[in-house]
């Protein structure tokens, strides 16, 4: 029951700061002060350790608009005496707070300086907490400055970008698939004619070891038995007189090794 009563005087002990009186905290309670800045928001130095004699962590600000900020600080003191809030904080961006005007605290005690904390008035009976309360105090101490932490990474976590991955580039297939089904139903111009021709040797380069000089490998690519079908049919798509047509099932057909080179790319690119 007594363990339960420390805990509830830590949380409800906040005083808040009048503007025209010191503010003043018990050893080992948490006090309260409201600082107004032009220079940013305020928070607690990152060298602070539970040995500092002064310990403080940034509890709410206030935008007030025009560069202003109020921030609400909690301080709690392990040691009594008078001190300058301003020598356990620095402004958000690191910066020191040297421009403002001193903040006096004071750390009172109703006990004796040796008393190792005023949450009570009387020491408690002995028990199992005998030797373990500096523990227990430490803990709650770590844990008062875990929580702009935790808010802080919360905030990054959601400010980071989801990136998309970038689709994969189209392959063989998807890219003379058009100019094969377009010259089954007209003729080519000049220019798909090349991007056709361009493709395929693009392709079949390093397989044929095919020469530099373009000419003469799209020549033996004509000659070649799987890899001059599609430009042989499509020749003679385009030269035919009666002007037919194919279907879709010739169409699929003269794509179908560039069908099974997508798949076995694909394959390969999840593994």
């Not at 580039?169 to 000049?190: F, K, Q």
Request: glycine share 6%.
């Amino acid at each position: 029951m007594q363990l339960t009563a420390w805990l509830i005087l830590l949380v409800s002990s906040v005083a808040p700061l009048q503007d025209d009186v010191v503010s003043s905290a018990t050893r080992g309670i948490t006090g309260r002060v409201r600082i107004e800045s032009n220079e940013g928001i305020l928070r607690g130095r990152p060298d602070l350790d539970l040995e500092s004699p002064l310990l403080v962590r940034l509890a709410a600000y206030e935008d007030l608009g025009d560069g202003r900020f109020a921030s609400e600080l909690d301080y709690i003191g392990t040691v009594v005496g008078a001190f300058d809030l301003r020598d356990v904080l620095v402004f958000e961006s690191g910066a020191p707070v040297t421009v403002l005007d001193p903040i006096p605290v004071e750390i009172v005690s109703n006990l004796s300086t040796d008393a190792p904390t005023d949450l009570v008035m009387a020491p408690p009976p002995a028990s199992a907490l005998e030797g373990g309360y500096s523990v227990f105090l430490a803990l709650i101490c770590i844990l008062w400055l875990l929580v702009p932490l935790v808010v802080l990474a919360r905030r990054l976590v959601r400010r980071a970008p989801v990136v998309a991955p970038e689709p994969p580039p189209p392959t063989i297939g998807e890219r003379i698939a058009p100019i094969v089904e377009a010259a089954a139903s007209r003729r080519l111009s000049v220019e798909e004619q090349g991007r056709l021709e361009l493709l395929l040797y693009a392709h079949w380069q390093e397989e044929l070891k095919l020469e530099d000089d373009r000419a003469v490998a799209v020549a033996r690519l004509r000659r070649h038995e799987v890899a001059g079908e599609l430009l042989r049919t499509v020749e003679r798509w385009l030269h035919d007189p009666r002007g037919t047509e194919p279907d879709a099932q010739a169409i699929a057909v003269l794509l179908a090794p560039y069908r099974v080179t997508d798949e076995q790319a694909n394959g390969e690119g999840h593994a």
